[in-house]
């Protein structure tokens, strides 16, 4: 669970700058670099997250999993009479 939340927070944080990029390429404009100051890099993270309600399912079915995995299943002792 450790590797899985900051993999999610980079990769929303990647395609949305991805967007950016593409939305500043059609318009002419310069493209972003891809480390931006902290208060933008919040933003990229969480505008996304609020417009589109159904990535935070996704995110916690992955932050679920990532949590439930590594404990494995529980052992079930056979006896014999």
């Given at each position: 669970m450790a590797i899985a939340l900051p993999a999610m927070l980079v990769a929303e944080y990647l395609i949305t700058?991805?967007?950016a990029n593409q939305y500043?390429?059609?318009r002419g404009e310069a493209s972003?670099?891809?480390?931006?100051p902290?208060?933008?890099?919040?933003?990229f993270v969480v505008l996304?997250?609020?417009d589109d309600p159904f990535s935070l399912i996704?995110?916690?079915i992955a932050i679920w999993t990532a949590y439930r995995l590594p404990r494995g299943r529980p052992r079930v002792w056979r006896t014999t009479l």
């Open positions: 700058w991805h967007g500043l390429a059609q972003l670099t891809l480390l931006l902290v208060d933008l890099t919040l933003r996304p997250l609020k996704f995110w916690g």
